[in-house]
């Protein structure tokens, strides 16, 4: 089945500094989505990007289906992005449930 | 839009006990997913319906779990005779179509003693 990757496992940044969350996956894929979860909170959903490249405020998604991956980047990161960023790919052959990533966990200090 | 509602956000049981969680869909989203998140495992899927029609169950563990979806505004996830190994936030997602953005619920926290 398909298996996803995420990179690194956790990440400190200093307030304003960027970073750049990866993605892998196992196959070919339907779609691609992000999420961004406090913790104890709930998954927010922050780009459903099955391929090129999206963005909001502040952050940007890539997918590029042939060399299975994406990515989020994040600008000028500010205390208020720490958490934990999830991508969850849905593939045919899984039906339409999301195969989840174990996460990055981003730490950022003021 | 209230997003997706989960009922009860925490839930303490005794070993053997039965739980039951309450998830109540977007409003005119036909797809509803139920997931189970732990630390050690990560998020994973349990079950998925759609139209109310149960479509895929894989997830669920054989024994003790059902889910069902009598109408278009709720879903229930039941687990008879809970066990300790069953501890977990249990998420609750909509979708419009099943094939799209998936909107997850506040989650409910079940704890078994």
């Known amino acids: 089945g398909q298996q996803v990757q995420q990179s690194p496992a956790s990440l400190v940044l200093q307030e304003g500094e960027n970073a750049e969350l990866q993605c892998n996956f196992s196959t070919s894929l339907n779609s691609m989505q992000w999420f961004y979860q406090r913790p104890g909170g709930s998954l927010v959903s922050l780009f459903y990007n099955p391929s090129g490249t999206k963005q909001s405020g502040r952050l940007t998604s890539t997918t590029v289906i042939k060399e299975r991956r994406s990515s989020l980047h994040i600008s000028s990161s500010q205390t208020t992005d720490s958490g934990t960023y999830l991508c969850a790919t849905m593939t045919n052959s899984a039906g339409n449930k999301l195969t989840f990533g174990i996460g990055t966990r981003v730490l950022v200090r003021p | 839009n209230a997003g997706v509602i989960q009922t009860p956000r925490h839930k303490v049981t005794g070993k053997g006990q039965e739980a039951t969680l309450w998830c109540e869909p977007i409003?005119?989203?036909?797809?509803v997913f139920w997931y189970r998140q732990t630390i050690v495992q990560g998020l994973e899927f349990l079950t998925y319906?759609?139209?109310?029609?149960?479509?895929?169950d894989s997830g669920m563990p054989k024994e003790r779990f059902s889910a069902q979806m009598p109408n278009q505004s709720h879903s229930t996830l039941k687990i008879q005779s809970t066990q300790p190994q069953d501890s977990a936030v249990y998420l609750c997602?909509?979708?419009?179509?099943?094939?799209?953005?998936?909107?997850f619920g506040p989650g409910t926290r079940l704890l078994v003693l």
């Open positions: 997602a909509s979708s419009l179509d099943g094939a799209d953005t998936q909107y």
């Open positions: 409003s005119g989203h036909s797809a």
């Open positions: 319906f759609r139209n109310q029609a149960p479509i895929d």
